[in-house]
């Protein structure tokens, strides 16, 4: 019967790529340590500002749009480190991490509050960069090798996921000046005695996202291996900026979703033991 020799072929196949699997077990190294230089490229956007005041007796200070404003985030780089443990001559899993990056954050528009006219708050063109951050971006990466252990170059994809956290904020004092202003004026407008002297403090979401990598790897020795590759991240998180009084409470509060959405580049040398 024609379906009993399709399963005889295939068990011979099966048992072909088995004993070959064995024999390549028996030569390849599990574990796989590399150091280098990640470069981030941010493909990032904003949405416009958005803002909320405790002047809830005038509507059209209490909640108001600024069209036109923006955010990007600038080019970083940060020195990296990878683990690499392979199950199999061709599969692997990899933890990415190393040292946090600081991100640049630009902005640009002006943010007007629509009241008597028009109250100038801030023009984010001047107040470069706006924001400062350190950013935490821990990946798992499963990965297909092709080729086999031993062979010069091997190219390889990967998809994992991150966990990208953002913290240690750092505001620009002309922009936080700004705030500041438009905090005391609310104070005023509220008659809310706290807000001589506001503070000004920045927030933004962390989440997991996926993560899809392209590389490569060439042998430079029995264990020692450069390394190349370019992964993508579909990231983005909600950022706020909060004026408060001395007690704590919110003055105004501007949010925004801001796409990173990163191409990062990572170019490195590695040890297989």
């Given at each position: 019967m024609p379906s009993r020799r399709i399963m005889a072929l295939l068990s011979l196949l099966a048992s072909a790529l088995s004993n070959y699997s064995s024999a390549e077990d028996s030569d390849y190294k599990k574990h796989n340590v590399a150091a280098g230089?990640?470069?981030?490229?941010?493909?990032?956007?904003?949405?416009?500002?958005?803002?909320?005041?405790?002047?809830?007796?005038?509507?059209?200070?209490?909640?108001f749009d600024s069209p036109g404003t923006n955010a990007t985030v600038r080019d970083a780089h940060t020195l990296g480190l990878t683990y690499n443990y392979f199950f199999s001559p061709n599969i692997s899993l990899e933890f990415i991490g190393g040292i946090p990056p600081r991100l640049q954050l630009e902005g640009s528009g002006q943010v007007i509050a629509p009241f008597l006219g028009g109250?100038?708050?801030?023009?984010?063109?001047?107040?470069?960069?706006?924001?400062?951050?350190?950013?935490w971006n821990p990946a798992l990466n499963l990965q297909y090798h092709f080729g086999h252990?031993?062979?010069?170059?091997?190219?390889?994809?990967?998809?994992?996921?991150?966990?990208?956290?953002?913290?240690?904020?750092?505001?620009?004092?002309?922009?936080?000046?700004?705030?500041?202003?438009?905090?005391?004026?609310?104070?005023?407008?509220?008659?809310?005695?706290?807000?001589?002297?506001?503070?000004?403090?920045?927030?933004?979401?962390?989440?997991?996202?996926?993560l899809a990598t392209v590389g490569l790897t060439g042998d430079i020795g029995e264990h020692w291996y450069g390394i190349f590759s370019i992964s993508y991240m579909p990231l983005d998180t909600d950022a706020a900026v909060t004026v408060r009084d001395s007690t704590g409470?919110?003055?105004?509060?501007?949010?925004?979703?801001?796409?990173?959405?990163?191409?990062?580049?990572?170019l490195g040398v590695g040890y297989r033991f």
């Open positions: 230089l990640f470069y981030i490229a941010p493909q990032s956007s904003a949405d416009p500002l958005h803002t909320t005041t405790a002047a809830t007796m005038i509507p059209a200070l209490a909640s109250i100038p708050i801030t023009n984010l063109d001047e107040h470069k960069p706006l924001v400062e951050v350190r950013s252990p031993g062979q010069a170059i091997r190219p390889y994809v990967g998809l994992g996921v991150s966990y990208n956290k953002f913290d240690d904020f750092k505001i620009n004092p002309g922009f936080e000046s700004d705030l500041k202003a438009a905090g005391q004026l609310l104070g005023l407008i509220t008659l809310n005695p706290n807000a001589t002297d506001p503070t000004v403090d920045v927030t933004s979401s962390s989440s997991w996202q996926p409470a919110a003055l105004a509060t501007s949010t925004t979703t801001i796409d990173v959405n990163p191409v990062i580049g990572f």
